[in-house]
Antibody
Framework: QVYLVQSGAEVKKPGASVKVSCKAS????????INWVRQATGQGLEWMGW????????GYAQKFQGRVTMAGNTSISTAYMELSNLRSEDTAIYYC?????????????WGQGTLVIVSS | SYELTQSPSVSVSPGQTARITCSGD??????AHWYQQKSGQAPVLVIY???KRPSGVPERFSGSSSGTTATLTISGAQVEDEADYYC???????????FGGGTKLTVL
């Protein structure tokens, strides 16, 4: 069974950074990308970017470029997403999700989500 | 930037067929995937590559795509199918992945 288990909730002040972890189990960590998606309260899903644990390559949505860093530690099958210069609009649940490539590309499964609150 | 358009809400009675649509210019050439998100939970994949159903997803869930519109169909919707449903796809370049705005399905 494939699982992604994320770190716990965080409260940060504006201007600070947050680092969320996502520990994978049940599959070969280096065989799939990890994607990050966020969801503000009452809002829809927003794709942030991907990280390939094998190569270390990343791809970020234009909106987050310059503020987000995605990386992985293959020795402990864990991916990380760090978002810097936080503002109140970054308050959201952040999800990691495994990328699955067939003829298309989709996310399955997802982590349970990590709530990040940005407040002074 | 590329957008996928979904209607905000769909409402059906139990046992009826619910159809949720997703429109995007690149859909004739790119696959659509669908996620179900129940209140307070993480999204779950229900359809991938337009019309494929992952193991464990009930057979009443099906998908199709024609032209610029992808459709998620729930045949004989159940109360437990009440959730937000999101389509997901990419633009022509394959470099920009986007979600539709989501459709709230009410079954009552």
């Amino acid at each position: 069974q494939v699982y992604l288990v994320q770190s716990g909730a965080e409260v940060k002040k504006p201007g600070a950074s947050v680092k969320v972890s996502c520990k994978a189990s049940g599959y070969t960590f280096t065989g799939h990308d990890i994607n990050w998606v966020r969801q503000a309260t009452g809002q829809g899903l927003e794709w942030m970017g991907w990280m390939n644990p094998n190569s270390g390559n990343t791809g970020y949505a234009q909106k987050f470029q310059g503020r987000v860093t995605m990386a992985g530690n293959t020795s402990i099958s864990t991916a990380y997403m760090e978002l810097s210069n936080l503002r109140s609009e970054d308050t959201a649940i952040y999800y990691c999700a495994r990328g699955v490539r067939g003829r298309g590309y989709w996310f399955d499964p997802w982590g349970q989500g990590t709530l990040v609150i940005v407040s002074s | 930037s590329y957008e996928l358009t979904q209607s905000p809400s769909v409402s059906v009675s139990p046992g009826q067929t619910a159809r949720i649509t997703c429109s995007g210019d690149a859909l004739p050439k790119k696959y659509a995937h669908w996620y179900q998100q129940k209140s307070g939970q993480a999204p779950v994949l229900v359809i991938y590559e337009d019309d494929k159903r992952p193991s464990g997803v009930p057979e009443r869930f099906s998908g199709s795509s024609s032209g610029t519109t992808a459709t998620l169909t729930i045949s004989g919707a159940q109360v437990e199918d009440e959730a937000d449903y999101y389509c997901y796809s990419t633009d022509y370049s394959g470099n920009h992945w986007v979600f539709g705005g989501g459709t709230k399905l009410t079954v009552l």
